[in-house]
């Protein structure tokens, strides 16, 4: 009977799997139902529950299940070659189960209806846009970065700790809420991560546990990437799971921030992207525009880089090549390229909300 049972669920990926495919087609059920609607929920239920340990209870979690399943493998490692039918069946039970829960408390979140059409904003944009947003950017960094060191022409190092940054975070969208009542953040469960250093490793600086709701931000990087890093990981935490749009949320939560430091970080963080993007199409007008930003600017984005070539491991692509096929396999046809794809959502809504480059 039990074996009967286990097969059943092994054999259960396959409706999962086409049930959560037919249900991708219908981004605005997803969005009323799951998005606004269960998952909403789901997240603060955890939020409320773990939230208050002051650890990650999902890192603990992962320790377990990674020691638990290296054990049933080297335990069961003779059955593969006896009773390789059973063998595959308890593995794939297992697989079953992971995928449901997985999206059940999380996953369908990617395929819910794309932030741009819920803002009415373009999903493309043109270089000359590009330029005047960039410029508007670097007008705005180059005066908040007076505004807090005057005529110095150093890197500015946030005066907070980063357990500090953790608990200012939030305040940004209490802020954000006033502009977009969905992005309501209470209570907060965002933690350094356990696994900081395989993570720096890894190439990442943060990440949502699904199955916890958990935020976790990668304690090693710079304080300057902290705020930013930690408001980004807040939107996964909402339920933005697209990468393009976690980014977008996460430095308009920044920037919305009461705190200077906090809205230096967004702003240079627009401006990073923005700086990126230009170099792609034109090298000889990026060195041009990089001429004006402040070189404190730039000694930050430095001490971002030195950091990860700090960190550079041989597996980090392979990494890479791993999460990139698992956002293709979630509706984000870039994989890891999706990223740059936050310079459309900033272009047109800075066009949108142009107080919010203009210096006052």
């Not at 373009?122 to 950017?137: H, M, N, P, R, S």
């Not at 799971?241 to 200077?260: Q, V, W």
């Not at 700090?310 to 999706?338: H, R």
Request: hydrophobic share 40%.
């Amino acid at each position: 009977m039990l074996k009967d049972k286990k097969t059943i669920l092994a054999l259960s990926i396959i409706p999962q799997y086409i049930i959560i495919k037919w249900l991708s087609r219908y981004p605005e059920f997803i969005e009323q139902y799951y998005s606004n609607g269960f998952y909403q929920f789901v997240s603060k239920l955890f939020r409320y529950t773990l939230g208050w340990i002051p650890f990650s209870f999902g890192d603990l979690v992962y320790t377990c299940a990674i020691i638990y399943m290296l054990r049933w493998f080297y335990i069961n490692r003779k059955r593969l070659r006896k009773d390789t039918k059973q063998w595959f069946v308890d593995v794939f039970s297992a697989v079953a189960l992971f995928y449901l829960a997985f999206h059940v408390l999380w996953g369908m979140n990617y395929y819910r209806l794309p932030l741009h059409k819920n803002l009415n904003l373009e999903a493309d944009y043109t270089t000359e846009q590009l330029i005047v947003v960039t410029k508007k950017l670097i007008e705005k960094s180059n005066a908040l970065y007076s505004e807090i060191k005057k005529n110095d022409t150093t890197k500015i190092d946030l005066p907070y700790s980063k357990s500090d940054v953790l608990g200012l975070a939030p305040l940004g969208y209490k802020n954000l809420k006033n502009v977009f009542p969905d992005l309501e953040y209470h209570p907060k469960s965002v933690k350094k991560s356990l696994f900081s250093y395989p993570l720096t490793y890894m190439g990442f600086t943060g990440y949502l546990n699904p199955f916890t709701n958990e935020a976790q931000v990668d304690a090693l990087i710079p304080i300057y990437l902290f705020p930013t890093t930690t408001s980004h990981e807040i939107a996964h935490q909402l339920g933005y799971a697209a990468e393009n749009e976690a980014n977008f949320i996460g430095c308009l939560a920044a920037i919305n921030h009461d705190d200077i430091y906090f809205k230096y970080t967004g702003y240079t963080f627009a401006l990073r992207f923005c700086l990126n993007e230009i170099n792609r199409r034109d090298e000889d007008l990026f060195n041009t525009l990089l001429e004006t930003v402040n070189k404190g600017i730039l000694s930050n984005f430095k001490e971002v880089r030195e950091f990860m070539d700090a960190y550079d491991s041989p597996l980090e692509p392979l990494f890479k090549v791993f999460y990139s096929n698992f956002l293709k396999a979630n509706n984000q046809a870039k994989g890891m390229e999706s990223y740059s794809y936050v310079v459309a959502l900033l272009v047109n809504y800075f066009e949108k909300e142009s107080d919010l480059i203009y210096n006052e």
